[in-house]
């Protein structure tokens, strides 16, 4: 594959068929249902089978296809068991690896950007990719003066095929829903739409890995890579020594590996925006990889991929947060309700009874209660079930809350973070590290 399949309309036809390949398996289901074939097993063959062809056109596509698979990958804890085990294959599979595109398409990006005394530069480089994700792929290289070098380099035409993609999924937002059940997609594809330019400029994204990678610079925990050289479709940062990826934690980790490596991401998930200013929101697995220790114990985690960085007003997570969920946590109702309204999560003409409000975010703020809090599929998947089915009494809460815009990026990641601790099923310290790094939560008596 020389780029990434760019032709419109090819690529508009195959995800337009993905809502129909799942309506046409239903009907057959039925038609099988009814000739007596047990339903359980109907809706789990028909579930395996759209999974397969969902996550396979999606990861074929790359683009903003693939983008759209992985993000929807953190959210796979939240699923129902019998729509999960079917889909957690193929979800997994999107989180680490796509199809590679040929070496010489990389050389002659690499001539054209870097000039054409790269070589002189870049002493050496891997014939086949390391690594390939959504709108680029990953190389091992030598640099002049003696240091491996990753070089990332975007697909041809990735910027196309992205816009293409999210207007397309954007539109047929409606019909891909059923494809996953509690999940709204429509807000994750328009959030994805507008972070996409960023997510395309290489100098933005070599900005704030500089800025992270001198921030972790003298960790012991968190290892950030340094950025080497960047072009406009080109990034060339330090070698990662890395054995695996989150993923494979989560697919075979150990009691005390899922609690170690989960610690380690959710404290840098939180400490991120004190030490830069920025919250990095690109939280699926396959960015966060597992750097082994030399003593062969639990090692450190190294962080990649800073294209999708939230850039935060006051260069740190908002107080009102912190705040809110300090008094959610102690139970104060009425100073909750009137905290929410005041940053616009209430709009001023909703009436909402503060009890029933308590009563719906609680269960969000367990995590803080208690000294190691354990996040599990089990739990997530009662948070979502309780606010997307009609029948609960918080759902009617949930419909009346409002995500004001200067929130979002923070909602999705933290979201998408509290999925992948769910599905790493681990302990961790959640309350101390709000009170280390997330302002306002710290009782200021």
Request: hydrophobic share 40%; charged share 25%; net charge negative.
């Amino acid at each position: 594959m020389a780029d990434l399949p760019r032709k419109a309309v090819r690529r508009t036809a195959r995800l337009a068929a993905l809502p129909l390949g799942y309506a046409g398996r239903k009907t057959v289901g039925l038609g099988r249902r009814m000739g007596g074939a047990p339903a359980d097993a109907v809706m789990t063959e028909i579930q395996q089978r759209t999974a397969e062809q969902l996550f396979r056109t999606l990861g074929e596509l790359k683009g903003g296809a693939m983008k759209f698979g992985q993000a929807l990958s953190v959210f796979e804890a939240a699923l129902p068991e019998e729509v999960a085990g079917p889909y957690r294959e193929q979800l997994t599979k999107l989180q680490d690896s796509a199809p590679p595109m040929p070496t010489q398409t990389v050389r002659d990006i690499l001539a054209a950007e870097l000039g054409a005394d790269w070589k002189e530069r870049l002493v050496w480089l891997d014939g086949g990719p390391t690594a390939s994700a959504s709108i680029g792929q990953v190389h091992r290289g030598r640099w002049h003066d003696g240091r491996d070098v990753a070089v990332k380099v975007q697909y041809p035409g990735a910027g196309d095929a992205l816009r293409s993609d999210l207007r397309q999924l954007a539109r047929l937002g409606r019909t891909i829903g059923p494809l996953f059940p509690g999940i709204d997609v429509k807000p994750l594809i328009d959030e994805m739409q507008a972070r996409a330019e960023d997510e395309l400029d290489y100098a933005l994204e070599a900005e704030a890995q500089r800025a992270f990678a001198a921030a972790y610079a003298d960790d012991r925990e968190i290892v950030v890579p340094p950025v080497v050289e960047v072009g406009p479709t080109v990034l060339v940062t330090e070698w990662l020594d890395s054995t695996s990826s989150l993923a494979k934690v989560i697919a075979e980790g150990t009691p005390e590996e899922r609690d170690h490596y989960g610690e380690l991401f959710a404290r840098f998930l939180f400490s991120g925006p004190s030490r830069t200013g920025m919250l990095h929101a690109d939280p699926h697995p396959g960015n966060f990889r597992i750097i082994p220790a030399d003593d062969g114990g639990l090692g450190r985690l190294g962080v990649l991929d800073y294209g999708a960085v939230a850039r935060l007003p006051d260069e740190r997570l908002p107080e009102s947060i912190g705040i809110l969920m300090r008094l959610c946590a102690t139970g104060d109702a009425d100073r909750v309700l009137e905290g929410l309204r005041a940053e616009g999560f209430v709009r001023e003409k909703i009436k909402l009874d503060a009890q029933l409000l308590m009563d719906y975010l609680a269960p969000f703020v367990e995590p803080t209660l208690v000294e190691r809090f354990r996040f599990s599929r089990e739990w997530m998947r009662a948070q979502f079930q309780r606010i997307n089915n009609p029948r609960e009494p918080a759902y009617t809460i949930a419909i009346k809350l409002n995500l004001p815009p200067s929130y979002l990026l923070i909602h999705r990641t933290w979201v998408g973070g509290i999925g992948v601790l769910s599905q790493l099923d681990a302990e961790a310290p959640f309350r101390d590290i709000l009170i280390d790094y997330l302002p306002g939560f710290a009782d200021p008596s």
